[in-house]
């Protein structure tokens, strides 16, 4: 018999949004008359706005006559659409950056799993707790770790302990680390990084010669001028980082699928003997084998959101989560509630009522509000005592869950 990846076997129960899911569905099931609101899963609740809906239209029209008729893609993506995101999305911001070290995607969650592929697995990685679960996951399956102790804590990562003390601030690793995963707007805690303290980070990885995957897949709901979009802002970034972003929340791309990774032509890394060698080059290789690109429509939906009238409709969707975001955070705030986030970012982490656990406040949540949330616990060990309210949904929902958890929590 063929033998299995056992590394997977050493992953802890679900993946935590399945998970969510299948209590959900355990609730509804036996509560079929139960208005339950959903801020679990930060998944988008509004539609595609009309200049990127035109956009994906003429795509798919395309598709309809020989003529404009498109097939395999390139598998880095269109040059059209890497044009665009160096001009819009990365030019205003002073980062000047090719269209070859941009790279179209389905996505970032794919994209942050994909790049474990070009690393050795010798390399020392540092994650924050509570993280994004896929960058801790995805290096158990690659298999860079040991198995996980009592608290969760695989043998062979570095985790950044990010709590109330620290301001959710991950600490520069007292070890020497080769890779660092940074999520700026943060998921789950929403808190974002300064200058300041990214510029830390950049001369930590260019001290130890390290590289930082910075994903910033929540960059456009940043409200705060001071706060960076992109890691290329610091001095020196592009020797040492590759960035990931998304439409999936910027644009309500959950299900369209789209996204982009740069990995800028001077990120150098070493062979097994001591020679230089590029990552973007070892990048495109791998995406040549093994992507065939993004749809065309997607593409052609995606060069739209940075158009002027596709981008200043988005900026309404995100302004009104960001109008969530603060119904959310100052409701419960006023209630009595410790909430933190909501402000650079579309998600609210507060502290359980109650000194409660995290599945324990999520089932009483559930239970008695109908409400649904992600249990801090879920992002790492440190995320225990707190929960992740996500501010994708419909406004009604949001101000009906915050007075639900206020009647019941409130002071
Ligand atoms: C989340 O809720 O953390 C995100 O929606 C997950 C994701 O983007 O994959």
Not at 21 to 39: E, G
Not at 66 to 85: K, N, R
Request: hydrophobic residues 35%; negative net charge; glycine residues 10%.
């Amino acid at each position: 018999m063929a033998r299995i990846n056992d590394n997977y076997l050493k992953l802890q129960a679900g993946y935590l949004f399945p998970e969510i899911s299948r209590r959900v569905k355990a609730f509804t099931d036996a509560n079929p008359d139960a208005k339950v609101i959903r801020l679990g899963i930060g998944d988008v609740t509004r539609p595609l706005v009309p200049a990127v809906l035109k956009a994906f239209h003429e795509g798919v029209d395309d598709l309809a006559k020989g003529e404009t008729f498109h097939g395999y893609g390139p598998e880095q993506g269109y040059s059209w659409l890497a044009e665009v995101v160096a001009e819009k999305a990365y030019k205003p911001l002073g980062v000047e950056l090719k269209t070859s070290e941009i790279f179209i995607s389905d996505g970032s969650k794919c994209d942050s799993a994909n790049l474990l592929d070009i690393f050795d697995l010798g390399n020392k990685v540092a994650i924050g707790d509570p993280v994004y679960p896929v960058y801790n996951d995805t290096n158990v399956m690659i298999g860079r770790t040991g198995k996980a102790n009592e608290k969760g804590y695989y043998e062979g990562i570095v985790y950044m302990p990010c709590t109330e003390e620290n301001n959710f601030t991950p600490e520069l690793p007292k070890e020497k680390v080769d890779i660092i995963y940074l999520c700026s707007p943060n998921n789950p805690t929403g808190t974002a990084a300064s200058k300041e303290e990214l510029k830390q980070w950049v001369d930590y990885a260019r001290a130890n010669d390290a590289i930082i995957f910075f994903d910033a897949a929540y960059e456009a709901f940043i409200t705060q001028a001071d706060i960076p979009h992109s890691i290329y802002e610091i001095e020196g970034a592009k020797e040492c980082a590759i960035e990931i972003r998304s439409f999936s929340k910027t644009a309500g791309f959950t299900g369209v699928r789209c996204g982009f990774i740069v990995v800028p032509e001077a990120l150098m890394g070493t062979t097994e003997t001591g020679e230089r060698y590029s990552f973007n080059k070892l990048w495109s290789r791998r995406t040549s084998t093994k992507f065939n690109g993004a749809s065309y429509p997607v593409q052609k939906a995606a060069a739209a959101v940075y158009s002027d009238e596709g981008w200043a409709q988005v900026q309404e969707v995100i302004d009104y989560y960001m109008e969530n975001a603060r119904i959310i955070r100052e409701g419960l705030t006023e209630a009595g509630i410790t909430c933190y986030g909501g402000v650079n970012a579309p998600y609210i982490w507060l502290k359980t009522p109650e000194g409660m656990s995290s599945w324990d406040f999520f089932d009483k949540l559930l239970n008695e509000c109908f409400v649904v949330g992600t249990p801090g616990s879920g992002f790492g060990p440190s995320g225990e005592g707190y929960f992740r309210l996500s501010a994708f949904g419909d406004r009604e929902n949001v101000e009906t869950a915050v007075s639900r958890i206020r009647e019941k929590w409130g002071k």
